[in-house]
């Protein structure tokens, strides 16, 4: 045997066994790939599918900074004329990049000024930041958002909503709108697990667009809508909903009256009186593993979240946003927190991270305005603590939504209790959303 025979196999033997490791490497790999699927699917933990990947499209394909748009179409929407849609077209007649169903636009709107505290004087225009969510499904020709008019509550003196009066009495057909690209992280997934969508008052415009959609992608998918409102006069695009419903077999519809009519009632087989709790749903719902997923006001939402969790429904299916800074607690959270009752002013409202400093220790230091503050958790937010203390700073939604309470950190940490949809600059934090997790100093 050659000397160079010799080496070819001695080569022809490394070459043999390293094939034999990567495929023992490969199988092993291939069997714990298929125990985790396993045991994924026994936990009833979501795999990442092709929604994420999705979602990191859209992420790309969204303008940056604001864009303007066209009134193409306003449309009222109920009975009592308090809520109109907004078709919303770009001025550029660039493709319009699609979205999630859920998510929502932010809107800079140069709305006049009522004269009330830290306003301009009455009659003047200033630019606000408002947060609506998109109504329909995704379509390349349009934007749809719902906009309910806010009045003002009952026996006390403060003036209506400033957005929502703008929009309903001054925005028109060829109006124009500066636009942020559609943003949020509460939006349904596309799996084809059954779900619930719970709606209380104009919480309905992001589930419409999750139910518009998935009857167009997702025909077989089992979906119900429990819907609440006091009675039909507010109930929006009713005849839309009730001919979805008498078109497709999947679609279950529970309209819910909580103060209804006589004639909200008679002959219909998908009205309900009451409002929308869990006794309802356990009398209404086939016992299935459904995804929840749920808008509307504070008190609903506190009431329903944790009582979904007592009734056995786990925290990785009950998906909800709500109306502005909202306190809602998951059954987990509630007893992390030693069963704190739900919206309590507690520091677990706003929930300082884990590790944080004692309460007593913690100093927030407003750079701007000089003032050096102990830190009261029974404030709630950095935000009403600043207001709280007469620190006047820029906010729009207050749900850490649209970014303009976008506030320096100086020195020091804060802690979120759920990541905001609008992701802050290096070094800044959403003061709307947030807490001090040690003592902080703000440029405010």
């Not at 050659?2 to 490394?14: D, E, F, N, P």
């Not at 009205?271 to 006794?279: A, E, F, K, S």
Request: with cysteine; hydrophobic share 40%.
């Amino acid at each position: 045997m050659t000397s160079l025979t010799l080496l070819l196999w001695i080569v022809g033997g490394l070459v043999l066994q390293l094939v034999i490791y990567l495929g023992i490497g490969f199988w092993r790999n291939s069997l714990e790939y298929r125990n985790l699927r396993k045991l994924t699917a026994q936990l009833d933990l979501p795999l990442e599918t092709e929604g994420s990947t999705q979602s990191d499209q859209i992420a790309v394909a969204a303008w940056q900074g604001f864009r303007a748009f066209k009134v193409h179409r306003k449309v009222m929407e109920d009975a009592a004329q308090s809520v109109c849609s907004l078709y919303l077209v770009p001025e550029d007649g660039e493709p319009l990049p699609t979205f999630l169903p859920g998510q929502f636009l932010t809107f800079r709107l140069d709305a006049p000024t009522t004269g009330g505290a830290n306003e301009k004087p009455s009659g003047t225009a200033e630019q606000i930041i408002r947060c609506y969510s998109l109504s329909d499904a995704p379509t390349p020709d349009y934007y749809r958002i719902s906009v309910k008019r806010v009045l003002p509550p009952t026996g006390r003196d403060v003036p209506p909503g400033r957005s929502s009066s703008f929009i309903h009495d001054q925005v028109a057909n060829g109006s124009r709108l500066q636009v942020r690209a559609p943003a949020g992280h509460f939006h349904i997934d596309r799996s084809i697990v059954p779900v619930v969508l719970i709606a209380g008052g104009i919480g309905i415009t992001p589930l419409l667009s999750m139910l518009n959609w998935s009857l167009i992608e997702q025909p077989g998918r089992e979906i119900w809508l429990f819907y609440g409102v006091r009675n039909a006069s507010e109930a929006v695009m009713t005849a839309h909903l009730e001919a979805l419903a008498a078109a497709h077999s999947n679609f279950h519809l529970r309209c819910c009256w909580s103060d209804a009519l006589p004639e909200d009632v008679a002959g219909r087989d998908n009205t309900r009186c009451g409002r929308i709790n869990v006794d309802l749903l356990r009398v209404e719902l086939p016992l299935k593993p459904y995804h929840f997923y749920i808008c509307g006001p504070t008190p609903m939402m506190a009431s329903l979240v944790p009582a979904l969790g007592d009734w056995g429904v786990s925290d990785a299916r009950i998906h909800f946003e709500a109306f502005g800074p909202a306190s809602i607690q998951r059954k987990q959270e509630a007893a992390n927190s030693g069963g704190k009752p739900v919206g309590s002013p507690a520091p677990s409202a706003v929930a300082t991270a884990p590790g944080a400093e004692s309460e007593n220790a913690i100093v927030v230091t407003f750079a701007k305005s000089g003032k050096q503050l102990p830190w009261q958790p029974a404030k709630g937010t950095l935000l009403v603590f600043a207001e709280a203390n007469g620190i006047s700073v820029d906010s729009g939604c207050r749900a850490g939504s649209c970014g303009t309470c976008q506030t320096t950190i100086r020195e020091g940490e804060v802690a979120y209790r759920q990541q905001p949809d609008y992701d802050p600059d290096p070094g800044s934090c959403l003061i709307c959303c947030c807490a001090p997790k040690t003592s902080v100093t703000l440029e405010a």
